[in-house]
């Protein structure tokens, strides 16, 4: 399977603690995105990189949430000190973009996260 | 402030019939648009998208009409079939800003 892969798929965990999700994009994509989605709403942005610079954040992105893409392939989306409002479906997404706009972005399955 | 909007919550059709899904947006800086198909416990899947410079695109069963001075996007299926059952999501862009924009969705059902 070439799509964009996602683990864990279901996080459950209590509140205070940390949690670390990971996104691996198709591979010749160069353009990797998370967003977040809660019951009843659309995805909502939360940070893109090209590569391995991040070039936009969320203002939804507090503190306690870091991105990373080390090495422009896979990425890691962390969250600390968890609080019940972080429960939702965690969804990356990845794109490839020559000139001009990027295509279209490809998601992932999602990680569910709930924090109890 | 909802950028993108989808109105109606839900649509049940019968098999064979049209579906039209409907996406109104306020951001006069969209010049992109998609939609996406939802399955549940899976991740949106592209189904298909309009540049602002036209205002038709058809592919197969699925044509997306755009209104620029409306601000108006439609999604048809033609014709609707059982496995088109799922949440429709429409998302714009804005320029060279690649993020998307998401309205809240639209659960479509297609009765047999």
């Known amino acids: 399977d070439t799509g964009v892969s996602q683990n864990p798929r279901h996080k459950i965990t209590k509140r205070g603690q940390n949690v670390t999700f990971r996104c691996d994009p198709i591979?010749?994509?160069?353009?990797l995105y998370w967003y977040r989605q809660t019951l009843g709403q659309g995805p909502e942005f939360l940070t893109y990189f090209q590569n391995e610079a991040q070039l936009e954040k969320s203002r939804l992105l507090s503190d306690r949430f870091s991105a990373e893409r080390p090495k422009g392939s896979f990425s890691t989306l962390e969250i600390q000190r968890t609080e019940q409002g972080d429960s939702a479906m965690y969804l990356c997404?990845?794109?490839?973009?020559?000139?001009?706009?990027?295509?279209?972005?490809?998601f992932g399955p999602g990680t569910r996260l709930t924090v109890t | 402030d909802q950028q993108v909007k989808q109105n109606s919550p839900s649509l049940s059709v019968q098999e064979g019939r049209i579906s039209i899904l409907n996406c109104d947006y306020t951001n006069s800086m969209f010049d992109y648009f998609l939609w996406y198909k939802k399955y549940p416990a899976e991740g949106p899947t592209f189904l298909i998208s309009i540049s602002s410079i036209k205002d038709k695109n058809e592919d197969g069963r699925f044509t997306v009409f755009l209104n620029k001075s409306a601000k108006h996007l439609s999604l048809h299926i033609v014709p609707s079939q059982p496995g088109d059952s799922a949440v429709y999501f429409c998302?714009?862009?804005?320029?060279?800003?690649?993020?998307?924009?998401f309205g809240k969705g639209i659960t479509l059902s297609v009765r047999p």
């Open positions: 998302a714009a862009r804005e320029g060279a800003n690649s993020k998307l924009t």
């Open positions: 997404a990845s794109s490839f973009r020559k000139r001009g706009p990027s295509y279209e972005q490809y």
């Open positions: 591979s010749e994509h160069n353009r």
